[in-house]
């Protein structure tokens, strides 16, 4: 059993691009949340979802996008990234009914 | 709304010596209390959380916390510190007020980052 996985490990990217941090989760779990984090800031929410279908916004939502086709896939979208968007980006999942949240490996983004 | 104080930005202890990392919530209601810990360079992984019941709570690799409602707080203790507890680690909430009661969503403190001398 894999978990979450996210891809790519790492990415460096020039400002204006277009990137979409990809994850995939293999434990059925309803829940998926994004997370970036930033030295001294600790992890912060960005996006979330409760169900295939649903999406909502967390605390720094402004410049990434969400989708939740199916149960096993959220992927973030930056439409076109900007340097503060430099960071580590986490991906969790929770089954619902125990609330607890596993986390992906993580994917470190550069923007230049 | 909810929020998680972690006073302690930079912890050293002997390894051997007992630890305890402090956490502070806000929180209207019951909270639901997690610890994380987080090796470099790795995601996090879950040491040990509380929903309810008794407020003494044992996780994994012999880590223990605390729940007081009194003074709104959750440690993290350890009696014996080993070299491999070098890690950071966070303390986290329920958010469940913040997003209009969507459950799962969580509140991070800022971590709590452990050193162990030899």
């Known amino acids: 059993i894999a978990g979450i996985t996210q891809a790519p490990t790492s990415q460096i990217l020039a400002a204006g691009r277009r990137m979409t941090l990809r994850c995939t989760q293999d434990?059925?779990?309803?829940?998926m949340y994004w997370y970036r984090q930033d030295l001294g800031l600790g992890l912060r929410l960005i996006h979330y979802?409760?169900?295939?279908?649903?999406?909502g916004k967390g605390e720094v939502p402004d410049g990434y996008s969400v989708s939740r086709a199916n149960t096993d896939d959220f992927p973030l979208t930056l439409a076109s990234a900007v340097p503060s968007q430099t960071s580590v980006y986490f991906c969790?999942?929770?089954?619902?009914?125990?609330?607890?949240?596993?986390f992906g490996p993580g994917t470190r983004l550069t923007v230049l | 709304a909810q929020s998680v104080t972690q006073p302690d930005i930079h912890i050293t202890v002997s390894e051997g010596a007992s630890l305890e990392l402090r956490c502070n919530y806000s929180?209207?209601?019951?909270?639901?209390l997690f610890w994380y810990v987080q090796s470099p360079g790795q995601g996090l992984q879950l040491l040990l959380k509380?929903?309810?019941?008794?407020?003494l709570v044992q996780g994994i690799k012999g880590f223990e916390a605390e729940f007081k409602r009194s003074q709104s707080s959750f440690n993290l203790r350890k009696p014996s510190v080993h070299w491999s507890d070098a890690a950071e680690y966070f303390c986290?909430?329920?958010?469940?007020?913040?997003?209009?009661?969507?459950?799962?969503?969580?509140?991070f403190g800022k971590g709590t980052k452990l050193s162990v001398k030899p």
């Open positions: 969790a999942s929770s089954d619902l009914l125990s609330d607890t949240q596993y």
């Open positions: 434990m059925r779990h309803n829940a």
């Open positions: 979802s409760n169900t295939a279908g649903t999406t």
């Open positions: 929180y209207g209601a019951t909270p639901y």
């Open positions: 509380y929903f309810s019941g008794d407020t």
């Open positions: 986290a909430v329920g958010a469940y007020l913040n997003y209009g009661g969507s459950q799962g969503n969580l509140i």
